[in-house]
């Protein structure tokens, strides 16, 4: 069977990641292989680092074309969605083994 278009993938991907449905409910009718093709091809894309390649390569794009002004740029987390309350505190479980009583004697 012939790999699916990379583009078509992508285009898959971003519906997910839109949308919020999950993968396996990515319809095959849309065209973009289905969901697990998509999450595969994401996994794969971002152990290879292509995302942060694209990153840099439309930084230094914009750079060169003198439309950031790196001196100016500052780290902004506006963009993060806040949850109200702080998250809770939880105790780590223990993962050591522990001795079960024997209910057989």
Do not use: Y
Not at 68 to 97: E, L, N
Request: hydrophobic content about 45%; some cysteine.
């Amino acid at each position: 069977m012939p790999q699916m278009d990379s583009r078509l993938v992508l285009q898959g991907v971003f519906s997910v990641l839109i949308t919020g449905f999950g993968w396996e409910d990515l319809p095959q009718e849309l065209g973009f292989g289905s969901g697990m093709t998509c999450w595969r091809r994401l996994r794969d894309w971002h152990a290879a680092g292509t995302f942060e390649q694209i990153h840099q390569a439309v930084l230094a794009r914009a750079h060169a074309a003198r439309l950031i002004d790196f001196d100016r740029v500052m780290v902004d987390g506006s963009h993060a969605r806040a949850k109200k309350g702080a998250p809770q505190q939880v105790r780590a479980r223990s993962i050591a083994p522990r001795l079960i009583p024997n209910t057989t004697s």
